[in-house]
């Protein structure tokens, strides 16, 4: 599995950005994804998550971004997107894409499930003041 970030970079203070991270390999479904985010010197925190097991979805994030940050999700495209409003100075940090409980296509039809996780290489967020 693979992920592809896109939608980082530089914007002044109040702006706006949208991040996006594409899953690809042979998977069936993924379970959680999920955007992380660190800034130098400090450890790496959750941002958003959007778990979808299929009965129930749960959305969280972390409280410094409620209101201004949406997560969101496409099943069809194993696509995940983070619409960042309302960017402040301490929103900067490498932001990195994680999905977590992915299902694999055996090819034979049948799937896998399991609890493997991945991580994407990050993406700069840099908001000036």
């Known amino acids: 599995v693979q992920l592809m970030e896109s939608g980082g970079g530089l914007v002044q203070s109040g702006g706006s950005l949208r991040l996006s991270c594409t899953a690809s390999?042979?998977?069936?479904?993924?379970?959680?994804m999920g955007w992380y985010r660190q800034a130098p010197g400090k450890q790496r925190e959750l941002v958003a998550s959007?778990?979808?097991?299929?009965?129930?979805?749960?959305?969280r994030y972390e409280d410094s971004v409620k209101g201004r940050f949406t997560i969101s999700r496409d099943n069809a495209k194993n696509t995940a997107y983070l619409q960042m409003d309302s960017l402040k100075p301490e929103d900067t940090a490498v932001y990195y894409c994680?999905?977590?409980?992915?299902?694999?296509?055996?090819?034979?039809?049948?799937?896998?499930?399991?609890?493997?996780?991945?991580w994407g290489q990050g993406t700069q967020v840099t908001v000036s003041s």
């Open positions: 959007f778990t979808d097991d299929i009965i129930s979805t749960n959305i």
């Open positions: 390999g042979n998977i069936r479904r993924i379970k959680t």
């Open positions: 994680n999905v977590d409980g992915v299902t694999y296509d055996s090819g034979d039809g049948y799937q896998t499930v399991t609890n493997d996780q991945y």
